[in-house]
């Protein structure tokens, strides 16, 4: 299901470092590109002859009844929702100059907070980090994450996850002007930054066990010492590394291939399956009747046009 663009982002004529760093995000385009593709197979072999639940599922609306006692009642009649996201990470969770939350993640959570008849002033999303995802869905304090957040079966043992609704992989940030990085096995006596709690942190100890490692709570810390010269690479997904890197073209590019594979999630109480359904049928009415496009379109598209086919919904039994 791949959907044509009708738009794509405006761009005057490059100057030279501009078409430098247009050529670096294009190499980047490529990573993304593949792990894309990978994704679309496997989306396709997971959808089988399953066409028929975007029609039968419900969209979701202001009037729509839900189960007495379930959490989709019980946010209807609060008409109120916290929603946990990140709020550094360009193209998916940030905090613009206004205050507000913009990205992929938020507009993926309005589709589903939408869903539920909650109106645009009454969803309030709080800043979860890596490594307070988990607890802050165990205490209650957000009712759904949406926040570049991998489904994996250790996290499954606390929270439960609806999705994927996307796909990256794990690769690596380096200075535009780094030649000794070019992949995960150049990484030896290297000084790499990533996040605490997240899964790209846990991975490079073995995919680059020679690796300096500094773990930030945030992204952006670990840009920021990229920048100045405290660290030589940064690592996670590449879908996060694109946006940072498109909000500083001048100073990162991105090397090597992807060697994960990150499906997000949505985060949600454990054993929630009530809860699960409902945001799985609503993505999954989203990816084909244009909602996940436009989200797609207004927020990654500005920098990646061609959206990658939507992974088809994990319906687990837990
Ligand atoms: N997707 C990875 C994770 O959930 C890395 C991104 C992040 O830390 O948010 O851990």
Do not use: H, W
Request: aromatic share 6%; charged share 25%; glycine share 8%.
């Amino acid at each position: 299901m791949r959907m044509p663009f009708t738009r794509t982002r405006q761009r005057t004529a490059p100057t030279a470092p501009a078409a430098a760093a247009a050529s670096r995000r294009s190499q980047s385009r490529v990573a993304l590109a593949l792990t894309a593709a990978l994704v679309a197979s496997l989306a396709l072999a997971a959808c089988g002859d399953d066409d028929s639940d975007a029609e039968a599922a419900p969209a979701g609306t202001a009037a729509t009844t839900f189960p007495a006692g379930s959490t989709m009642a019980e946010l209807q009649s609060a008409g109120s929702i916290t929603v946990g996201t990140k709020f550094d990470q360009p193209l998916f969770g940030l905090r613009n100059l206004r205050g507000e939350p913009e990205g992929f993640d938020v507009e993926v959570a309005k589709i589903i907070t939408d869903a539920l008849g909650i109106p645009e002033d009454k969803v309030e999303f709080v800043e979860t980090v890596s490594a307070n995802r988990e607890p802050f869905i165990q205490q209650g304090r957000v009712d759904m994450v949406v926040a570049t957040y991998t489904i994996n079966d250790k996290r499954k043992e606390v929270i439960d996850f609806a999705g994927p609704y996307y796909v990256a992989g794990q690769t690596l940030m380096v200075r535009a002007d780094e030649t000794a990085i070019t992949g995960k096995d150049t990484l030896a006596g290297k000084r790499v930054c990533s996040v605490s709690g997240s899964t790209p942190a846990e991975r490079i100890r073995t995919e680059a066990p020679q690796a300096e490692l500094t773990l930030f709570d945030v992204y952006s810390k670990c840009a920021e010492a990229l920048k100045n010269g405290q660290v030589d690479a940064v690592t996670t997904d590449n879908a996060i590394l694109l946006g940072l890197m498109d909000s500083d073209p001048d100073t990162f590019k991105l090397v090597g291939e992807p060697f994960s594979t990150e499906p997000y999630g949505i985060g949600i109480a454990k054993g929630d399956d009530e809860f699960r359904t409902f945001i799985n049928e609503t993505l999954t009415a989203a990816y084909g009747d244009g909602r996940y496009e436009a989200a797609y379109e207004s927020t990654i598209g500005s920098v990646e046009p061609e959206m990658p086919t939507p992974p088809a919904v994990d319906n687990y039994t837990s």
